[in-house]
């Protein structure tokens, strides 16, 4: 866990030091000045104003679709009962997967030439899914042993052993046999000719195939455009109303790619399709994290093929496997931030995934261990369930004007308590660029202290930063500073510092929020949802709480303004509704008893509580409360 805003150093070398040149007394400090002390330092003002009077159709898109690993996953009982607590918790419309086609599932193909099928397994699921509400993204993939001509567990025994295959299901990502995509073609074509006979071209017309995943042994464009090609084809020759589409693609790549090389084959698609998460490359770490950087990658992928539908179909607060904020309420203030802004530019977004039973990196072995599902392979649900919940329990059909000022005002934490202190960001950083002084003439000094002190003596320098020996480049070499030239960066053997307080500096846009309501109810149906997404880097310390004001403005409708009687907030954060943190307080059970998964689903719960709420002399109404780091918080009018 990271500390919360600490105020001791943080150098190995050294715990204070004073110098006789004004007795600087040199001490940590928070890097961003608006970061409070856990007992009482600064808290971040954050203002949300909510405008009833401007509403726009809000359609809930991220519950078409959501993830859930591995076809044969489907059968299973566990699976089946989270599937169907997911249509009811969540509004689960949809539901994508791996290794439809996989030998383990059926298997599909039982031999060469005119291959016979079995789609038991297949009708299975799909009877179970359409049961219960539910129309799958039909992921095509992966290879079947007898078209890849290769020996798979006893399957297709004479041919040489599968020489690619993916996870712990070992599913099979190499080209077909020589080359050869027409034995693939008969297949897809034979699997929707079959869905088409069993369910009707009505129903089949609503769902969607998207060709392979992420281009897994199918490179693009040489191995997957033949690929996508023979199943494009093959869809369109059962009925041309079916959608197909790919590429499919990690990292947001090819999205632009794939339609023109497409027109220009005369291939036919209905959908572009992609993946991404905030850890893929590309977005910045450490201190200079961005919590919109995942928001704005994708925004810019979908307005690149701004003609056409765009799916997204894996994203999550972070990849891989084992990734720390899986199972935390960060993952809820992420859910929050996400569907606010992207709802309404995506025609799908599917959550990877909803449930822990989940076998890429081998079934679950204990209850909590960052695998990407919203509930626990024994069924409890961890924030991102929650989250989800809230939204599909409290969202409306209407989007209400919402804006977010994250520097509405701050106070900063007063640290400078010995005249003329040195703020210390911490060791391993280092302020690049922003130099006063050519490189001829940097100061020599013995520590980080007195470099400080070189630089409260110079009456342009607003930052410093100093090399140790263990720099190589630069030991005992202090640097003097323009702060507001500077880039803030990791480098080992460097201590960087301001000369006095640290100084103020606008707060990151952490907390997101919007808003909706029922077009035929009033306040009482007025639902503003705020997120609290905070840095992942354990190394850099916590955000400060935020102060957060909601100002639902008064509006001259009839329809929406009735004086609400009181506010009530929902919160998931570290002491509400998160039930890993219990289970780590009672030692980590590999399988907690009956009891234990008691009180675990209980601190799973959510509730409502009272919030502060005042009507302005103009019939504003503003609700008041606190958020901290890495929290989900729904507030509630009552009428």
Same mark, same amino acid.
């Given at each position: 866990?990271?500390?919360?805003? &600490?105020?001791?150093?943080?150098? $190995? ?77 969540? /509004? ?26 079995? @789609? ?12 219960? /509400? ?67 071209? +009505?129903?089949? =017309? ?30 369109? &020759? ?15 790549? *090819? ?24 850890? !893929? ?40 496997? /084992?990734?720390?904020? *899986? ?22 977004? #599917? ?16 209850? @909590? ?35 977010? !000022? ?49 630089? =409260? ?12 020996? &263990? ?22 053997? @460097? ?6 307080? $640290? ?9 997101? +929020? ?9 306040? /009482? ?31 001259? #409708? ?34 907690? &008893? ?12 959510? +509730? ?15 609700? #008041? @409360? ?14």
């Amino acid at each position: 866990q990271r500390k919360k805003n &600490s105020v001791h150093i943080v150098q $190995a070398n050294m715990t204070s030091l004073l110098v006789t040149c004004g007795m600087v007394l040199l001490h940590g400090c928070v890097t961003d000045a608006t970061k409070a002390d856990d007992h009482g330092g600064s808290i971040v003002e954050v203002a949300i104003e909510v405008d009833p009077a401007k509403t726009t159709p809000f359609e809930h898109r991220w519950k078409r679709s959501w993830g859930s690993g591995h076809a044969k996953l489907t059968l299973r009982q566990d699976w089946r009962a989270h599937a169907k607590r997911a249509v009811a918790d969540l /509004g689960m419309q949809g539901v994508r997967y791996h290794g439809m086609f996989d030998d383990d599932n059926g298997p599909v193909v039982t031999g060469f030439g005119d291959n016979k099928y079995n @789609f038991t397994a297949l009708d299975n699921t799909w009877d179970y899914l359409l049961s219960i /509400g539910v129309r799958p993204i039909v992921e095509l993939s992966f290879l079947p042993a007898y078209i890849a001509n290769c020996s798979w567990y006893g399957v297709n025994p004479e041919a040489p052993k599968c020489g690619a295959t993916c996870f712990d299901y070992h599913g099979i990502t190499q080209p077909p046999y020589n080359d050869d995509f027409d034995p693939w073609y008969s297949l897809v074509r034979a699997t929707v000719q079959h869905l088409v006979d069993r369910y009707g071209l +009505a129903e089949i =017309q609503q769902w969607s195939f998207e060709v392979w995943n992420e281009l897994w042994g199918m490179p693009y464009p040489s191995q997957y455009l033949p690929l996508y090609n023979a199943s494009a084809h093959a869809i369109k &020759s059962v009925h041309p109303s079916l959608k197909v589409g790919g590429p499919a693609t990690a990292q947001l790549k *090819h999205v632009t790619d794939f339609p023109a090389d497409c027109r220009n084959a005369g291939i036919p698609f209905d959908f572009i399709s992609t993946h991404h998460y905030p850890t !893929d490359p590309g977005c910045p770490t450490g201190f200079n994290w961005d919590p919109d950087c995942f928001t704005n990658d994708v925004l810019a992928s979908r307005a690149s093929v701004a003609n056409y539908s765009y799916y997204l179909t894996e994203y999550n607060v972070g990849c891989c496997l /084992g990734y720390s904020q *899986h199972d935390t309420p960060a993952a809820a203030a992420f859910i929050f931030r996400q569907v606010g802004a992207l709802n309404d530019h995506l025609d799908v977004f #599917s959550y990877w995934t909803f449930t822990d039973v989940f076998e890429e990196g081998g079934f679950p072995t204990t209850e @909590f261990s960052n695998i990407y599902g919203s509930m626990t392979h024994g069924g409890i649900p961890k924030p991102a369930w929650r989250a989800f919940q809230l939204l599909h329990s409290h969202a409306g059909d209407s989007r209400i004007h919402t804006t977010v !000022d994250n520097n509405a005002g701050h106070q900063v934490a007063d640290t400078d308590h010995v005249q003329h202190t040195c703020t210390v960001v911490g060791g391993g950083v280092d302020f690049n660029g922003g130099d006063l002084l050519p490189d001829s003439q940097h100061f020599l000094t013995p520590d980080a202290a007195h470099c400080c002190s070189a630089c =409260q003596g110079h009456d342009n320098c607003t930052a410093w930063s100093w090399g140790d020996n &263990s720099s190589g480049c630069c030991p005992q070499r202090c640097y003097l500073k323009d702060l507001s030239r500077t880039t803030q960066t990791n480098q080992r053997g @460097f201590t960087s510092g301001y000369p006095g307080a $640290a100084p103020p500096a606008p707060a990151k846009d952490y907390v997101s +929020a919007w808003s909706t309501m029922n077009h035929t109810d009033g306040m /009482g149906s007025v639902r503003v949802f705020v997120g609290f997404w905070g840095n992942p880097d354990a190394s850099v310390p916590a955000a400060a709480n935020r102060s957060i004001s909601v100002t639902i403005k008064k509006s001259d #409708s009839h329809r929406v303004f009735q004086a609400p009687t009181a506010a009530h907030v929902i919160r998931i954060d570290d002491t509400h509704a998160n039930p890993r943190a219990l289970w780590e307080t009672m030692g980590a059970p590999t399988v907690p &008893s009956p009891a234990q998964y008691d009180q675990l689903n209980q601190a799973s719960e959510y +509730a409502e509580e009272p919030a502060d709420m005042r009507i302005t002399n103009n019939g504003d109404i503003i609700v #008041s @409360f606190i958020a901290s780091e890495n929290s989900a918080t729904v507030v509630i009018l009552s009428v």
